[in-house]
């Protein structure tokens, strides 16, 4: 064998060993987690109240909370983050404005969670206690929207960009309004590249913690209404694990969040597909 | 070009109304710049009803950028403006109380890469009329139906109207994008290189189209294949550096040249 050829095979085993180790490290933790924690999952878990702190008994509020606070977080996030991407991509040419709004966007998803939780803690929790009700999933699902709003105005640009604008002209040609072309037929077009991004955010959302320790609260009871405060599985299990140590409590919740996050993902790369497949 | 050819386009010339119709589109003294540069000097040009015109010339002449402005198309360039006129049945498009919407459903446009919509065969026929405002179900039925009859695709299509038209073929997704535009019954078709993206059988499809077309509609037509222009047109502009060299009938232009430099590019010495 020539030095030319070893030298490629060589290589070739030293990224696939580095590419079949990053596919382990994240079976391990899937497999440890599961492990640890599956048998834990019932029906009796999934559907009843904790005891003792969530040290004993189920995480139904838990579930119950991270359904209020991903549903009142996409349904106020969704509208403007949408709405501002095709303010960008469809009314405005390239310009000092849009280079200003792309640029903040960007800098906000560069913003350490916990700081966003403290904004959220100081602004929507305290300053606005009258309106929010303190710590609530009120408060909490807007300290979530300014987290998840970069992410949702970036994917629906790129999904709108992704629109060729021979569809656009096609249809201006026929003599439609633009609101017509837009609502006719980009956003229909680019609607698979838009819930991508919704789902990515809705699995941001799902596994934060440090915000939402902030501004939830971490009521143990099933949240009644926006101004009750809650606790998402996230923050579940670490309060469970820092506060009673119960970790069997701890990795069954860790189960089912990543079973969770594993059915976004799978949702998010489908309508991606969908996406791809939609203009080839 | 065959002497039967010929023969067939000076007939057709023959066959139209002679002197005294009234153009259905004259451009008078029409220049556009984009920013500083001129694309187009002093075009002017009349085009009849229910003939072929054809728009020719080597690539970067302004045949294509002449035709985007008798729909408005060049509106969406930043940059772009405009002197002279453009009058579409007496009516300065140009003017400032032209509804450009209300104009682009006069003058359809079908373009040089077919672009059909991203959804059924049935629903990009429809989309015009329901964007137009029309919900009846039967009426766009009937829509869809004679629209597809005339791009002669209805017996390729009909049993699958409600599957994707992305999986038609190039010169299927063509006729469809042909049939879009007659859905919204213009008065005018203009058809920037409709078939340089397609195959010589769909090519020779397309052309057999146009000819049928033009009974209903008046056509203007750019394309970069002489042939065709001298197959399917009955009158030829010849466009060279943004401005019109020569127009005239079909049959003049391509037999009997006024100017060296038609025939030049008739004769394909250059372009």
Request: glycine residues 8%; positive net charge; aromatic residues 8%.
């Amino acid at each position: 064998m020539s030095k030319v050829n070893r030298n490629q095979n060589i290589a070739f085993a030293f990224f696939s060993a580095l590419g079949i180790l990053t596919v382990c490290i994240l079976l391990l933790i899937i497999a440890y987690i599961f492990v640890q924690g599956i048998t834990k999952i019932s029906f009796d878990f999934l559907f009843s109240n904790p005891r003792k702190m969530g040290a004993e008994g189920g995480i139904f509020p838990a579930i119950v909370g991270t359904i209020y606070l991903v549903l009142t977080t996409m349904i106020i996030a969704a509208p403007i983050g949408v709405g501002a991407a095709i303010y960008l991509n469809e009314y405005t040419s390239r310009g000092r404005i849009t280079d200003m709004i792309r640029f903040a966007t960007e800098a906000l998803a560069g913003i350490p969670s916990i700081v966003f939780g403290l904004f959220g803690f100081a602004f929507f929790v305290i300053l606005l206690k009258p309106i929010t009700g303190g710590w609530s999933i009120l408060s909490a699902s807007l300290t979530g929207v300014t987290m998840v709003l970069p992410t949702i105005v970036r994917t629906a640009e790129e999904a709108l960009k992704a629109v060729p604008d021979s569809l656009r002209e096609g249809s201006l040609a026929l003599g439609t309004t633009k609101w017509q072309t837009i609502k006719g037929l980009i956003l229909p077009a680019a609607m698979p590249g838009i819930i991508t991004g919704i789902i990515l955010s809705i699995g941001r959302v799902i596994g934060e913690t440090a915000a939402f320790l902030l501004t939830l609260g971490g009521s143990l009871l099933i949240p009644q209404s926006l101004f009750d405060g809650s606790r998402t599985l996230s923050l579940h299990l670490y309060m469970v694990a820092m506060e009673t140590g119960a970790m069997d409590v701890a990795f069954g919740t860790a189960s089912v969040l990543i079973i969770l996050i594993l059915l976004i993902n799978f949702a998010a790369s489908w309508f991606f597909r969908r996406l791809i497949k939609r203009f080839s | 070009m065959t002497v039967i050819e010929l023969q067939r386009a000076s007939k057709s010339e023959q066959g139209q109304g002679g002197a005294g119709d009234v153009p259905q589109i004259r451009s008078k003294n029409l220049n556009l710049f984009y920013g500083d540069f001129q694309a187009l000097h002093d075009i002017s040009l009349d085009v009849p009803k229910n003939q072929v015109t054809a728009l020719i010339g080597p690539s970067g002449c302004g045949k294509s950028t002449f035709l985007r402005t008798l729909n408005r198309m060049n509106d969406l360039i930043s940059g772009v403006s405009i002197t002279g006129e453009v009058l579409i049945g007496g009516q300065n498009i140009y003017d400032k109380t032209v509804d450009v919407v209300e104009l682009r459903k006069k003058i359809g446009m079908v373009f040089q890469k077919p672009n059909p919509f991203p959804m059924s065969i049935y629903d990009n026929i429809a989309y015009g009329p329901r964007a137009h405002g029309l919900k009846k179900k039967s009426r766009i039925m009937e829509i869809v139906e004679r629209s597809l009859r005339q791009a002669a695709l209805w017996d390729e299509v009909k049993d699958r109207l409600h599957s994707s038209a992305m999986g038609l073929s190039g010169g299927q997704q063509q006729r469809l994008c042909i049939a879009r535009v007659l859905a919204v019954e213009p008065e005018i078709v203009l058809m920037d290189e409709p078939t340089s993206a397609l195959d010589p059988l769909a090519t020779l499809k397309v052309e057999e189209l146009v000819t049928e077309l033009k009974k209903m509609y008046t056509i203007v037509i750019v394309t970069h294949n002489m042939q065709q222009a001298a197959r399917i047109s009955d009158r030829t502009a010849f466009f060279l550096n943004g401005k019109i060299v020569e127009a005239d009938e079909t049959a003049k232009i391509f037999t009997n040249p006024k100017h060296k430099q038609t025939n030049d590019y008739i004769s394909g010495r250059f372009g």
